[in-house]
């Protein structure tokens, strides 16, 4: 009887030492995804702020010359032909901004696989104590 208390009091240390070390190993794993994808976020935009940086005067100069070159329809004014070509791109930098914004979503910094594995230990633990 003495051995099956014992034996029953090692099982429980044990099992709170074992889950002791599973709660600090999702903790740092989850430091670490959390950093990661701090890390693709943060280079993520620097890519697109580089990219920004070179394609507005780039699309600028384009816009004009399209404008220009609308310009040259007969009957069409100068100042009609700009706003066509303002419009379009107007509408295209919103959709592109609308897609960047969406792409920034904050829960996409979420450590999801951390959680998905604090799930599945919880749902052994608990399958285990049954």
């Known amino acids: 009887m003495m051995q099956e208390e014992k034996n029953i009091g090692q099982l429980a240390r044990d099992t709170a030492s ?13 430091s670490v ?9 943060v280079k993520g935009f620097g890519e697109t702020l580089a990219g920004a940086a070179i394609l507005i005067p780039a699309a600028t100069v384009g816009l004009i ?16 032909a700009f706003l066509i070509v303002a419009a379009i791109a107007g509408l295209g930098g919103y959709l592109m901004m609308k ?8 829960s996409k910094l979420f ?5 998905e594995n604090l799930r ?5 633990v608990k399958e285990a104590t049954r």
């Not at 599945?120 to 052994?124: E, F, I, N, P, V």
């Open 111 to 115: 450590p999801t696989k951390t959680a």
């Open 18 to 30: 074992d889950l002791t070390s599973i709660a600090g190993k999702e903790i740092r794993l989850a």
């Open 120 to 124: 599945r230990d919880a749902q052994t």
């Open 33 to 41: 995804e959390l950093q990661e994808n701090m890390t693709r976020a």
């Open 65 to 80: 010359a399209i404008g220009f070159g609308l310009g040259t329809i007969d009957g069409l004014a100068d100042w009609v």
């Open 99 to 106: 897609a960047g914004k969406d792409a920034l979503d904050l």
